[in-house]
């Protein structure tokens, strides 16, 4: 049993917009659809060099859609998206590393019902 052995076993929509992986080593993956398309590993998107993120939030429509997932080899997945984009290459490791779970993110707001506190002014 080794981390490269890692692949998905199971995906489905948890709900509109967010993606759901379950991972072979039992994890549940999380996944909002507009978060993978803005962190597309393709040369468009990211910088190769930097790994830094070319693309900026305004630059992906609000509700952009998963239209298609395409297996590559048994590493990775390519998604088509409904803006026409289709060359990025989602490796089940970076994918897994991409995950938007509590676990995962613990400080990433995954509750927008909180309020926020922000300034009116
Ligand atoms: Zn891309
Ligand atoms: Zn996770």
Redesign the pocket.
């Known amino acids: 049993m080794s981390a490269d052995t890692l692949h998905p076993t199971d995906m489905k929509w948890l709900e509109k917009g967010v993606f759901g992986i379950e991972w072979s080593d039992g994890h549940h993956g999380v996944y909002p659809v507009r978060h993978l398309r803005l962190h597309?590993p393709?040369a468009?998107?990211t910088d190769e060099w930097t790994g830094e993120r070319k693309l900026q939030p305004d630059d992906v429509p609000l509700l952009i859609m998963l239209t298609d997932i395409e297996p590559v080899g048994h590493y990775g997945f390519r998604l088509r998206w409904s803006d026409g984009?289709d060359?990025?290459l989602y490796a089940f490791t970076k994918l897994r590393r991409m995950c938007q779970c509590e676990v995962c993110q613990p400080n990433r707001e995954t509750t927008p019902k909180k309020p926020a506190s922000r300034r009116l002014l």
Do not use: D, L, Q
Request: hydrophobic share 15%; charged share 0%; net charge neutral.
């Open positions: 597309c393709c468009a998107c984009h060359t990025g």
